[in-house]
């Protein structure tokens, strides 16, 4: 049974979490414990592909971009526009917007609901992309990069939370990682769409990236229509005031669970009494956060940073470092990338079940320092001038097979180690420094770097992307918390617990 201090395990505890005020009033539940011991059913897939096929959006975004940036600039592509200011700045403004985004949505989420929010942030979303492709101008284009990267970085707030929420403690961590994998599925699509719409046979150049961006908003309509079927959290449900139906969405999961299976669930394991509550104040986050878990805060901004500076070490100044060291032709560039698209796809599907079997440290610790040590050796043989285009993307294939792992680790560590109340704004805020300190000086940084045409100033990119991947890894060996196939309330108490609980020793 949950206990009040079981937040932390010997060696780890850094404080415990006051309750706070009674909000609406007290409530005993076991929706935690029966969503914990849910076997794997078609009711989990709907989510999975509700939830997931949006990283989908996501990939297909950023790569496109980084794929169309040499055509935005080329004569006659009706804007006028440099490559490095699709790769530099109209890229840390999307990440800007990002950042901006799950910060707001991210409050709202924790406030309004899960479901609420991923419905919305979907349609700013397909809003801001659809006037993306109309820019006449350069202000135009930067504008709706920004509004576009303010929707999907909601996206990262709301969805997080509900995946953690829905997911049984056992197949927790691979489900997350799996699915904030799927981002390179996008990235694989972005890549081979790139192809065809930059083939001047085909389409001119004024349309062929267009029709790109319109492409993007007619997948987002289909998604949209899916997501309607995914349900709100329970979890949210019943510390908000709607325990019941919050039960009744429980009870119909296990009924329908129990018709496929012909067979009764087993009891759950036990039950919490909560005080219900409308909102959580920032004050109140912010003490949780920072003051009560001091250790998990500076695992979760090493973990962002340092995935963040090595993803734009590689991917935002990708299709320039083929055209200007290697000669690829612009239109080209789409089919070196599909291939490290898809090594970063591979990589949570094939070691996502190792964070929940062989356990969250040793993982997280392994998927951020094998990669990092990986790419400093790729910086040095290309420093050497030992690459050529396609070794070189095998190079990265390699390092971004693990990264990638290590990079959705981030964000199933921020979302499984807070408290319950505090889920969504905590994924939003790590998301939003971490990414702001990498991905929105990454571009800047890395596009001058790799625009000179000097080779040992892009192997610096790569050494400085490397080098933090490494750091965030040992902090992880230190810090990270064993929170493989433990419930999220065992693995930080809710605020809104009491002392109280049922089935367990406090009465």
């Given amino acids: 049974m949950i206990s009040p201090d079981a937040s932390e395990e010997p060696g780890d505890r850094e404080g415990t979490a006051a309750p706070g005020d009674s909000g609406i009033g007290g409530v005993t539940t076991a929706v935690p414990a029966r969503l914990d011991r849910l076997p794997w059913s078609r009711w989990h897939w709907m989510i999975v592909i509700g939830l997931g096929t949006v990283w989908i959006l996501d990939?297909?975004?950023?790569?496109?971009?980084?794929?169309?940036?040499?055509?935005?600039?080329?004569?006659?592509?009706?804007?006028?526009?440099?490559?490095?200011?699709?790769?530099?700045?109209?890229?840390?403004l999307y990440v800007a917007g990002a950042c901006s985004g799950a910060l707001f949505f991210g409050w709202l989420t924790d406030r309004y609901g899960r479901k609420k929010l991923f419905m919305v942030t979907l349609a700013v979303y397909l809003a801001a992309t659809a006037m993306t492709a109309l820019s006449f101008s350069a202000w135009w284009f930067f504008l709706f990069r920004f509004l576009t990267g303010f929707g999907i970085g909601g996206e990262y707030a709301a969805i997080n939370s509900a995946i953690d929420e829905l997911i049984p403690s056992k197949y927790r961590g691979r489900v997350d990682l799996i699915i904030n994998g799927s981002y390179w599925l996008g990235a694989v699509?972005?890549?081979?769409?790139?192809?065809v719409m930059l083939n001047t046979d085909y389409f001119p150049k004024d349309l062929g990236w267009r029709l790109t961006f319109a492409l993007g908003v007619v997948l987002g309509l289909v998604i949209l229509l899916v997501r309607r079927h995914v349900p709100e959290s329970p979890r949210w449900q019943f510390i908000h005031g709607h325990g019941e139906d919050a039960d009744r969405l429980v009870g119909s999961v296990e009924r329908e669970i129990e018709e496929q299976r012909h067979e009764k669930l087993p009891p759950p394991a036990g039950e919490i009494t909560i005080h219900?509550?409308?909102?959580?104040?920032?004050?109140?986050?912010?003490?949780?956060?920072?003051?009560?878990?001091?250790?998990?805060a500076v695992l979760?901004?090493?973990?962002?940073?340092?995935?963040?500076?090595?993803?734009?070490?590689?991917?935002?100044?990708?299709?320039?470092i083929l055209t200007t060291f290697?000669?690829?032709?612009?239109?080209?560039?789409?089919?070196?990338?599909?291939?490290?698209?898809?090594?970063?796809?591979?990589g949570p599907l094939v070691l996502g079940k190792l964070f929940d079997t062989i356990g969250r440290r040793v993982m997280i610790a392994a998927t951020y320092i094998v990669p990092g040590i990986l790419l400093f050796i790729t910086a040095w043989l290309f420093d050497r001038g030992s690459l050529n285009a396609t070794t070189l993307t095998a190079c990265?294939?390699?390092?971004?097979?693990?990264?990638?792992?290590?990079?959705?680790?981030?964000?199933?560590?921020?979302?499984?180690?807070?408290?319950?109340?505090?889920?969504?704004?905590?994924?939003?805020?790590?998301?939003?420094?971490g990414t702001a300190v990498g991905g929105i000086s990454g571009p800047l940084i890395f596009a001058d770097l790799t625009e000179s045409g000097v080779p040992r100033?892009?192997?610096?990119?790569?050494?400085?992307?490397?080098?933090?991947?490494?750091?965030?890894?040992?902090?992880?060996?230190?810090?990270?918390?064993?929170?493989?196939?433990?419930?999220?309330?065992?693995?930080?108490?809710?605020?809104?617990?009491?002392?109280?609980?049922?089935?367990?020793?406090?009465?």
């Fill in 276 to 296: 219900e509550r409308k909102s959580i104040g920032f004050g109140l986050i912010a003490k949780t956060v920072f003051r009560s878990y001091p250790k998990r």
């Fill in 59 to 92: 990939g297909l975004e950023v790569t496109t971009v980084g794929n169309i940036a040499s055509r935005l600039s080329e004569e006659g592509s009706g804007l006028a526009i440099t490559s490095t200011q699709v790769t530099g700045l109209a890229a840390a």
């Fill in 300 to 320: 979760g901004l090493s973990l962002f940073i340092g995935q963040a500076f090595l993803y734009n070490a590689i991917t935002f100044g990708f299709g320039a």
């Fill in 457 to 507: 100033d892009t192997a610096l990119a790569f050494c400085i992307g490397a080098g933090l991947m490494c750091a965030a890894g040992i902090v992880a060996a230190f810090l990270a918390v064993n929170a493989e196939q433990r419930s999220l309330e065992d693995i930080a108490r809710p605020l809104s617990q009491t002392e109280e609980t049922v089935g367990g020793t406090k009465q």
């Fill in 396 to 433: 990265w294939c390699v390092v971004l097979f693990f990264a990638s792992a290590g990079a959705s680790s981030a964000y199933l560590t921020v979302s499984e180690v807070f408290p319950m109340e505090t889920r969504a704004m905590a994924i939003a805020f790590f998301y939003a420094v």
């Fill in 189 to 195: 699509g972005g890549a081979l769409l790139s192809i």
């Fill in 326 to 346: 290697y000669d690829v032709e612009s239109g080209q560039t789409g089919y070196y990338f599909a291939v490290i698209a898809a090594g970063n796809f591979v």
